[in-house]
């Protein structure tokens, strides 16, 4: 039995971040990715800095709670809720689309063929717009509320 050919990766890490010549949804895809991994980030410090200044009782906490108030946590906490945001409503779009809700229903392959991703790109337009809507809400409460 011949062994599986492979073919070099040219591309390396970079690889990973340009997506060629797909659309959007592809870097939606790397987005959901990363911003995936950054709220397990910000959960394992949360609750690790939540446990361990909670323990060592209320001054600590306090005091803790102070420092983490600076105007930086505040940009911090901006991005997660617009990570969580983006990556809850992009969750949201690809379910309805594995279910063929946004997609409807099969039709037969009839020239001149229909793609599917005209069919989902205004799902795709209206998560972004959500997403950058709930983003200007918390960045305009972060000025305002400074």
Same mark, same amino acid.
């Given at each position: 039995m011949k062994?599986?050919? $492979?073919?070099?990766?040219? *591309?390396?890490?970079?690889g990973w971040f340009w997506g060629g010549n797909y659309r959007v949804e592809r870097y939606l895809f790397l987005l959901h990715r990363l911003t995936g991994l950054?709220?397990? *980030?910000?959960? !394992? !410090?949360? *609750?690790?800095?939540? $446990?361990?200044?909670?323990i060592q009782g209320q001054a600590t906490w306090e005091s803790a709670m102070l420092a983490l108030s600076g105007p930086w946590f505040k940009i911090g906490e901006t991005l997660v809720i617009l990570a969580f945001?983006?990556?809850?409503?992009n969750g949201l779009r690809l379910i309805l689309q594995e279910l063929g809700i946004i997609l409807g229903k099969p039709t037969r392959p009839i020239f001149p063929f229909r793609d599917t991703l005209r069919k989902q790109r205004k799902m795709t337009l209206s998560v972004?717009?959500?997403?950058?809507? !709930?983003?200007?809400?918390?960045?305009?409460? *972060? !000025?305002?509320?400074?």
């Amino acid at each position: 039995m011949k062994a599986m050919e $492979t073919k070099p990766n040219h *591309l390396g890490v970079r690889g990973w971040f340009w997506g060629g010549n797909y659309r959007v949804e592809r870097y939606l895809f790397l987005l959901h990715r990363l911003t995936g991994l950054g709220i397990i *980030l910000f959960g !394992i !410090i949360h *609750l690790a800095v939540t $446990t361990f200044y909670r323990i060592q009782g209320q001054a600590t906490w306090e005091s803790a709670m102070l420092a983490l108030s600076g105007p930086w946590f505040k940009i911090g906490e901006t991005l997660v809720i617009l990570a969580f945001s983006f990556h809850a409503l992009n969750g949201l779009r690809l379910i309805l689309q594995e279910l063929g809700i946004i997609l409807g229903k099969p039709t037969r392959p009839i020239f001149p063929f229909r793609d599917t991703l005209r069919k989902q790109r205004k799902m795709t337009l209206s998560v972004m717009v959500l997403v950058a809507l !709930i983003f200007v809400i918390f960045l305009i409460d *972060l !000025i305002v509320k400074g």
